[in-house]
């Protein structure tokens, strides 16, 4: 193996095999061939989902219905960690180190493209958890000022808020969430509504992780910028899931996890940063190896990294763009539309997440009748199938979360699954 390690050919060999020899030899490679995924196979419309599904490690008997949490990447995903992970341990020559730093300016350029902004406004983070403290970690706030938060957030954004708020002295004031889902309008009155002259910072998600609200991500934005105050979209259950258009939506900030609906590599995450903003938005962190274009020159200094883990990033997202975000979103909904379909015809089961498909995406969560929650996962485990619960009386029960790796087949066996716990008993 050449030396100059990270050359046009590797990748080329890389992405359309799917790994070196010695990376197929790797024990958790064993008897693993993955099916060549043509590109040009995938002119929209024409997606043949099975060949997709035969990219992903999971046995045909494993339905994986929790894209919400975390979700597997393709086997070209973890070849490629583990090849340039395995080249930087075997010979790690200063070009081979250079090269590979670079790589994450490749990343960056791929993930402006995807959310159609400038590579200048991308910061590459670990999480979204990190990406969302980031921001309030680095905008200047005191007594005086308010923040507005919607009542669902993730803790990485209210808990964050709120504990800062304490530290620094402004005050934390939140939209309340009404099930089932109000409509688009009432967010946005309540939103205007709650609303004051001190509003300096609006934060929501794009789509809810708890019962997969869609939230007006446009109109919200709009709203806080008449209004002069930053908005901050958590995008952990969009980016990956949605045709995402920063260009079009106009946050101020969007954060979002490459492990979760991207199927891209663990620990790692975005941060976009929009040019208006960026001259009130302090660095988190300094230390060596920060990027090398717009924000990230000040903004991105985290010592040393998982450079292969950044690398592939970018390679999941060029996967993610050969078969075309629009259809990927696309199968995900009408899984979630056939899912929700078959839940609701047993009966006993009560859906949290709204009937309108305009309303909802990919996350369905509802209550299997008196059934204890946890009980429903371990049997769901055992029927092996992947999902998350929820306990508690606030719209407590299971989280099933499709994606295009799923097929018909997994969403069937999840209904009937549901449907004999409830008639049976557990
Ligand atoms: C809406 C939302 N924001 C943030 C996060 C945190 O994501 P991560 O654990 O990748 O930082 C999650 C995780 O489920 C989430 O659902």
Not at 23 to 45: D, I, K, M, N, Y
Not at 317 to 338: C, D, K, P
Request: glycine content about 8%; some cysteine; overall charge negative.
């Amino acid at each position: 193996m050449s030396r100059s390690s990270l050359n046009r050919r590797d990748f080329t060999r890389l992405f359309a095999f799917g790994g070196s020899a010695a990376v197929l030899s790797h024990p958790s490679f064993e008897g693993f061939r993955p099916a060549s995924l043509s590109t040009r196979s995938l002119r929209p419309g024409a997606v043949k989902w099975d060949d997709v599904r035969s990219q992903f490690l999971m046995p045909p008997d494993v339905s994986v219905l929790n894209a919400a949490n975390l979700c597997p990447s393709p086997a070209r995903v973890l070849e490629t960690v583990v090849e340039y992970t395995e080249r930087l341990d075997r010979e790690p020559f200063p070009s081979y180190r250079t090269e590979i730093l670079g790589a994450k300016e490749r990343t960056r350029e791929l993930l402006a493209g995807f959310l159609r902004v400038t590579p200048e406004e991308i910061l590459i983070t670990r999480n979204t958890s990190e990406a969302n403290n980031w921001v309030s970690n680095g905008l200047d706030l005191g007594p005086g000022d308010e923040v507005l938060i919607f009542s669902d957030n993730h803790p990485s954004n209210n808990r964050a808020w709120k504990a800062k708020g304490e530290r620094f002295g402004y005050t934390v004031r939140e939209v309340e969430q009404v099930t089932p889902h109000p409509g688009f309008e009432y967010y946005l009155e309540a939103f205007e509504r709650a609303i004051t002259v001190n509003t300096r910072v609006m934060t929501f998600m794009h789509q809810s992780n708890v019962a997969g609200e869609l939230f007006p991500a446009k109109e919200l934005c709009a709203l806080a910028r008449d209004r002069g105050i930053i908005s901050l979209i958590d995008g952990a259950q969009s980016f990956g899931l949605l045709d995402v258009d920063l260009s079009d939506i106009q946050p101020d900030f969007y954060s979002g996890s490459a492990h979760k609906w991207p199927c891209g590599p663990k620990e790692t995450g975005v941060l976009y940063v929009n040019a208006r903003v960026q001259d009130r938005f302090w660095p988190s962190s300094y230390s060596a190896y920060s990027g090398r274009s717009g924000i990230s020159r000040t903004h991105e200094g985290m010592g040393q990294r998982d450079t292969p883990a950044l690398l592939t990033f970018g390679t999941q997202i060029e996967f993610l763009q050969s078969i075309g975000q629009g259809e990927i979103e696309a199968r995900s909904r009408g899984l979630a539309n056939q899912l929700i379909e078959g839940l609701n015809a047993i009966e006993g089961v009560h859906m949290w997440t709204p009937a309108e498909p305009e309303l909802r995406a990919a996350v369905v969560t509802f209550r299997p009748g008196e059934l204890d929650a946890r009980r429903v996962l371990g049997a769901l485990e055992e029927d092996g199938i992947v999902a998350a619960a929820r306990g508690g009386s606030d719209r407590g029960g299971i989280r099933f979360s499709p994606h295009f790796y799923n097929m018909e087949v997994d969403i069937e066996r999840a209904i009937d699954a549901i449907g004999r716990y409830m008639r049976q008993g557990l």
